[in-house]
């Protein structure tokens, strides 16, 4: 660095640099600036920006690999509104979010609370959170399976059974199978969560506990008072992404259950895997699958502006 | 966890789920699942994908960081706002028209499906390694780019001997996310690569699952998260306090 940086305080012009050397370089590295760029161009164009311009044609065709596409209208929306499935998963996808809202999105803000009122260990506590999220998805579903057997001798059946409870079918019957997808869906996500909660918490003056205290708070009055204002602004980011990623739910019922007891898990995503990839029909249905993806991205980019709209003056 | 169950024989784990080591752990386990299910091949694409997926999201966030933040070309502007605009669009709208794209990539009409550079290269396009490139060159004094550039180095030497030398941290917040997250990856390889041989370990084990006796099964769940589980404590200092610095952009 040195080496770099020592001549140029000797020579003058590096103070009378700015908007002339800057246009000078600009345009003699013209051609290693695209050369910089190419990288970019290429993997965004062929993998991001392309495939989404694609979406839009793609949801007005008929593709079938085969012959050339046709222009079919809009035929794909009607095949995908005329699928008796598709209620079915929209409910689906909505009741995983619902409950995973109100029994997922508390938990890392419990986690985060209650490590940040630790003296010590808080760093361990937030790493074994943290742990789930590094395992691959795959191997906690295969994990969870064995644990959510529904006999007896399952390792949750025989908790349940100490305290005199269950057995319950945890994947088998449509009333269970979505709480269970979420619970564990809440175990690997909660830590990357409670991370963010925890490193916003930081910030919080600790004159505004003492001055809690000194007017009578007791623990839960400071974590009213003090602890969630301070969060409100992460805590609503938080609440948009999780709904955004749990409307797009798939590894879960595609690992667990592949959407069954006869469609209870049946998800948004995965009739849209169904429809493009699904041995039970085939799959190829690539037109009907970007129709329901664009009219869920439409749903969603929708529900994100009105959730920041509505959620706007509630920051500060 | 997984690596906790790993050691025991079926019998074991069906009569006392609970017990961590009903008998003790028995090593020998291991080394069944890992000859019986062949997964060192699996493992060998896992490690293929994973450092493929590395090569492609540091080469992009790099160059492109390097070209928006220090070289500014005229669009610059647009092609950013045109990088940002790609992460508020949702996964689920890139599945199909991203697996047809990789079937005939336009104008060549090359197929990388059943390849593995088709399983690791769209990990390259992620705004979120661009954006944080960007605000890290943004940040690097300019007092020193200048001087390089009045002591006669072009686009490419300072690039390569004055601006990476100097994004050591967070080109590794880059590094260990993009090999974790092609190590957790599991529907893009799973559509990707139909032929099982190429298949990385997480898509591999839940289709070999069924038919796996279960104490086996669970050592090779063991070993597949192993590494993950290892590099998260190694660069823990990283993780805990990227994942914050990830909710800030985010916001």
């Given at each position: ?84 499935l598709?209620?079915v998963a929209?409910r689906n996808?909505?009741v ?49 399976k064995?644990?959510y057997?529904a ?17 319950v079918p945890w994947l088998e019957s449509a009333s269970w199978v979505l709480p269970s997808l ?70 879960e019922p595609y690992l667990f259950t592949g959407g069954g007891p006869s469609h209870a898990s049946l998800t948004?995503?995965l ?9 039970t ?36 | ?251």
């Amino acid at each position: 660095m040195s080496r770099v940086g020592g001549p140029a305080l000797v020579r003058g012009p590096a103070r009378r640099r700015t908007s002339v050397a800057v246009l000078a370089r600009w345009w003699r590295g013209g051609a290693a600036t695209l050369v910089f760029l190419l990288p970019m161009l290429l993997v965004f164009g062929l993998f991001s920006w392309w495939p989404i311009a694609r979406t839009v044609v793609m949801s007005v065709q008929d593709t079938n690999l085969v012959g050339p596409a046709e222009w079919v209208g809009l035929d794909n929306f009607r095949t995908v509104l005329a699928d008796p499935l598709l209620p079915v998963a929209l409910r689906n996808t909505a009741v995983f979010a619902g409950i995973a809202f109100v029994v997922g999105y508390p938990v890392p803000l419990v986690m985060a609370v209650v490590f940040s009122s630790l003296r010590r260990l808080r760093g361990l506590y937030a790493g074994l959170a943290y742990l789930p999220v590094v395992v691959p998805p795959a191997v906690a579903v295969l994990l969870w399976k064995t644990f959510y057997d529904a006999s007896p001798d399952g390792v949750f059946n025989t908790v349940l059974g100490w305290v005199g409870l269950g057995p319950v079918p945890w994947l088998e019957s449509a009333s269970w199978v979505l709480p269970s997808l979420v619970m564990e869906a809440t175990w690997a996500a909660a830590g990357g969560t409670v991370i963010i909660y925890l490193a916003a918490l930081t910030s919080v003056p600790q004159e505004l506990y003492d001055a809690a205290s000194a007017d009578g708070a007791g623990v839960l009055g400071k974590i009213w008072h003090v602890t969630l204002p301070h969060l409100r602004p992460v805590l609503l980011i938080t609440l948009i992404l999780q709904i955004i990623g749990t409307a797009q739910v798939f590894l879960e019922p595609y690992l667990f259950t592949g959407g069954g007891p006869s469609h209870a898990s049946l998800t948004l995503l995965l009739l849209i895997y169904e429809y493009a990839f699904g041995s039970t029909t085939g799959g190829g249905a690539y037109g009907p699958a970007t129709a329901l993806s664009l009219m869920m991205a439409v749903g969603l980019a929708l529900l994100s502006w009105a959730y920041f709209r509505l959620t706007r003056g509630w920051s500060d | 966890m997984a690596g906790e169950v790993g050691g025991t024989p079926t019998q074991d784990t069906l009569r006392s789920p609970i017990a961590l080591w009903p008998n003790g752990p028995d090593l020998s386990i291991l080394s069944q699942a890992w000859t019986e299910l062949g997964l060192s091949s699996y493992l060998v694409n896992t490690v293929i994908i994973a450092a493929g997926s590395w090569a492609v999201q540091v080469l992009v966030a790099t160059t492109a960081g390097y070209a928006l933040s220090v070289l500014r070309p005229r669009l610059g502007r647009v092609l950013y706002g045109a990088v940002l605009a790609t992460m508020f669009v949702p996964i689920v709208l890139l599945l199909v028209p991203l697996y047809l794209t990789v079937l005939s990539l336009p104008v060549v009409h090359w197929s990388l499906v059943g390849t593995y550079a088709g399983a690791f290269l769209p990990a390259g396009a992620s705004a979120f390694n661009v954006v944080l490139m960007k605000r890290f060159f943004d940040s690097l004094p300019r007092e020193i780019l200048d001087a390089a550039r009045i002591d006669g180095a072009g686009p490419y030497r300072l690039f390569w001997s004055v601006v990476l030398p100097m994004s050591r941290p967070v080109l590794g917040v880059v590094s260990v996310f993009a090999v974790l997250a092609a190590w957790k990856d599991f529907i893009w390889p799973l559509i990707v690569l139909p032929d099982p041989a190429k298949q990385p370990i997480a898509v591999r084990l839940p289709s070999i699952a069924p038919a796996t006796d279960l104490s086996v099964l669970l050592a090779a769940m063991a070993i597949s998260a192993a590494l993950p589980i290892v590099f998260f404590l190694l660069f823990q200092r990283l993780f805990l306090r990227s994942e914050g610095l990830e909710g800030a952009v985010k916001g």
